[in-house]
């Protein structure tokens, strides 16, 4: 991602999501997109296991992630994972809402871990809704 300003390179800053621009000084805050990720737009070597287009580099709620920005997929380490679920629950102040059944094609896919390349698990999300995540227990990544 470059500078909007001079076009120089910016430079993410870890722990405050944002980037500067080491040349002219300039501060870029990526937003938030409807799923709460900020696409930081820095392409990764990995590919999306489930539509082959190159993962970008993003965050959620101060976690690094991997995003598909065709198909909305994330790729994130499953502490993060687990501390996004604890935050997400601990924000929420509606009822639960009952979701539509689970659709259990989706638990026949065979994904490949874009990190090792091995049979990434698929399986329904433990927690409530009708949510089908894969994990590869190797690069411990969900």
């Not at 120089?8 to 999501?17: M, N, R, Y």
């Not at 500067?20 to 296991?49: L, M």
């Not at 976690?63 to 909305?72: D, N």
């Amino acid at each position: 991602m470059n500078c909007s300003n001079c076009g120089a390179p910016l430079v993410f800053i870890e722990h405050k999501d944002y980037f500067i621009c080491e040349f002219c000084d300039s501060i870029y805050f990526p937003e938030e997109n409807t799923d709460g990720v900020c696409i930081t737009d820095n392409a990764t070597k990995f590919d999306c296991p489930v539509c082959s287009k190159p993962l970008v580099e993003a965050r959620i709620n101060g976690s690094e992630v991997l995003s598909c920005e065709k198909c909305r997929g994330i790729l994130i380490n499953t502490a993060s994972f687990v501390k996004n679920i604890e935050l997400l629950r601990s924000r929420s102040t509606k009822p639960p809402v009952i979701p539509p059944p689970l659709n259990r094609e989706q638990l026949e896919r065979q994904i490949m871990c874009p990190q090792c390349n091995e049979k990434m698990d698929t399986h329904p999300y433990g927690g409530p809704g009708n949510i089908v995540i894969d994990n590869c227990v190797g690069c411990k990544v969900n």
